[in-house]
């Protein structure tokens, strides 16, 4: 178990509002006859016939209001019945719970037909409700296969994976696409372990072997039972999925990059237009749940011209200060903190047409609606080590401060804590656990392979936390900052002594 290693990369109108303009029309036309009908025969002499269809009138449109009224209170307390009768003068009534009957006025209609609908909402979302008795199941050890177990435990309490295998059961293989299979055995296993458990802590336990072999057949270095890296099993499962998933059945051959054409363009666009052209050949539900875009400023210490491109992400890969304490809002910082290239490090500039010194900063540019954060707390290849700082990380995460500016009024930038992915031990021998926050109660458990607990708040953040897991929260986007103090957001090039070159990684194809 060592460094992660780079894998590739990787939306009217009422229907209603036409049907209620012609109603209106129709019923317009017919009073104005009527009204004409009324004033022939007042014209005729026949005054006291008028005087009493215009008392009958009054008293019908009295009656009418009364029923409607009566009819709107009943609607509001569930006691409307739809039952249709015809009335003496040919128009339809409605029948209500008193066994009386009222015309069918044009508001109780649109009235009753949002009723229906709000009801049934409500109905199809108690109905994807992740049930309480699931998601309590154990996985059994195959061999060195904790690695396995942890991971998907956390992705089985993972909302956009559980609502398309589980819940709503859209999983379908991609047309047109030879799918490994891994898909489909990744939905059998889902089912099982959604299904309901005797026990509130999940005395229930089943095997992911078919699992495992068609990953082993996806990626050959989890043949075997020896002991993987958690967040490498992550990548090449979620990259599996997407493979099996991907709407895009055959992968068209796109142009070159113009980067010329991109640096005329600003930046939303520019971001904009690498996004879409990134969907044209992976396009999922796995990339829509898990998939960002991170954006890289490179800028030239020489002549201080800028280079920005736009790549995607599938998680983050923070870097750990060398501190037995720190916080995950620390190693955010050293992640998106100015990095100075020099020496062998030195990139080409565009402009100077040569090798020069440059900074280099990270910003959020896209979030993705699943936040996978990677702890690195191992390094080295043949002599490995690991890092057993406290990394506190919060139950609830604010990105704003690294999200770029321009985006912090469009996107929401809070986050949640769900799961975790822990690893106790040495580089050389250890276990993997998990600790889930479960989907449908809230409650936090413990998942240890075959064994499954209550597990406290407090006990969630640990020294042995190694790959988190944020869903991101649907509230309103933070406030906007403004755009007069821009201080931090480009990389600056400064004549005094280089800051000191930290290792960043982040899971992405780019340029810089």
Known sequence: MGSTTSLPTLGRGNPHSNYTAAKRSASSAGTDKQHRKQQSSSSNGANSLARSKSCSNANFGKQQKQHLLQQQQQQQNGGLESTVEPATNGSQWHKVSNGNYAPEPEKTLASTTSLQKQKQQQRLKNLQRPPANGGLVGLNNLGNTCYMNSILQCLSHTEPLLRHFVLERRFQPSAGRNGSGLAKAYANLMLRMWAASASPTGADCTSPTELKQCVAQYAPRFRGYSQQDAQEFLRYLLEGLHEDLNLVSVRPKLPPVDYEHLDLLSDD??????????????????????????????????????????????????????KSRTSLDACLKLFTNQETLDGNERPTCDRCRCRRKCVKRFHLYRLPSVLVIHLMRFSGERFKTKLNTLVEYPMELDVSEFLD????????????????????????????????????????????DNRVEEASTRSVVSTEGYVLFYSRVDSQPAEDVGDDDNEGDDPVCENGEDEENTEKHVMANGNH
């Not at 998939?291 to 750990?320: M, N, R, Y």
């Open 269 to 322: 666009d520019k971001a904009d237009e690498l996004w879409q052209r990134y969907l044209q050949q992976e396009n999922s539900p796995v990339v829509e749940a898990f998939v960002g875009q991170l954006k890289s400023t490179l800028e030239c210490c020489h002549c201080s011209h800028k280079s920005v491109t736009f790549d995607p992400f599938w998680d983050l890969a923070l870097p750990i200060p060398g």
């Open 405 to 448: 500016k321009k985006c912090r009024l469009r996107q929401t930038p809070q986050y949640r804590l769900y799961a975790v992915s822990e690893h106790a031990g040495t580089p050389y021998g250890g276990h993997y656990t998990a600790v889930v926050r479960h989907a449908g109660t809230g409650r936090w458990l413990r998942y240890n």
